[in-house]
């Protein structure tokens, strides 16, 4: 069974265009978080939630609102898609609230993204 | 503030060598440090973290890194170079700075040759 699992696998869009990715964990754990890796491999946080909670909010622009339905989904959307959105998106689960730093994090195989 | 430095974007190795990857870190507070795997095409895995027990960490697939307070380093190494070993690694810090964020390196591609 798969742990993190997101959906699509791949996404090649318009500029302009509003997309969206989503995220399932079936791990049981309580937070769950968005990563933005670049084309040179450079991971950076977005977004995290506990129990559906917005806990982290790194400066992202507004055109990304991530939305979680319940804890064990945590999905994306993006508006009016942008050339320097192209890049790979993670979506990663762990154990407790996250506030310790300690809990290891469990990623989904990535959503990789290009936008022409 | 929390940072990770990881020297070497790409390290080379023979099978059978010896696997050295480092990581340097900046931290005003105890840290909590890990190294994560990404296997082309593939999300992140751990290998192994520190949690301020044991300073010796030993991780999956015979990988091993040592927490040294006093030189601010979490090496990861692992005597013997399989070609499965063949990846990104990445070294990340995090703690309670108030925000629990975890600060992600820039990765070490590793590469092994036959």
């Known amino acids: 069974d798969t742990a993190v699992s997101q959906t699509p696998k791949y996404l090649v869009t318009q500029m302009g265009n509003d997309k969206s990715i989503k995220c399932e964990q079936n791990l049981g754990h309580d937070t769950m978080y968005w990563y933005k890796q670049d084309s040179k491999k450079f991971l950076k946080i977005m977004f995290s939630y506990n129990n559906k909670e917005l806990i982290i909010n790194e400066t992202v622009p507004n055109r990304f609102s991530p939305k979680s339905p319940d804890k064990a989904h945590l999905n994306l959307h993006i508006n009016s898609l942008e050339l320097g959105d192209s890049a790979v998106y993670f979506c990663a689960s762990s154990q407790g609230v996250g506030t310790s730093g300690r809990e290891t994090q469990y990623f989904g195989p990535g959503t990789r993204l290009l936008v022409l | 503030a929390q940072s990770v430095t990881q020297l070497g974007s790409h390290v080379s190795v023979s099978e059978g060598a010896l696997v050295l990857l480092r990581c340097n870190y900046s931290s005003s507070v105890p840290p909590y440090l890990f190294w994560y795997v990404q296997y082309p095409n593939q999300g992140l895995q751990l290998l192994l973290k520190?949690?301020?027990?044991?300073?010796l960490v030993k991780g999956i697939n015979g990988f091993e890194a040592e927490f040294k307070k006093s030189e601010t380093s979490f090496h990861l190494t692992k005597p013997s170079a399989h070609m499965s070993d063949a990846a990104e690694y990445f070294c990340a810090v995090s703690g309670n700075t108030g925000g629990f964020k975890t600060i992600f390196g820039a990765g070490t591609r590793l590469f092994v040759k036959a």
């Open positions: 520190y949690t301020s027990a044991a300073t």
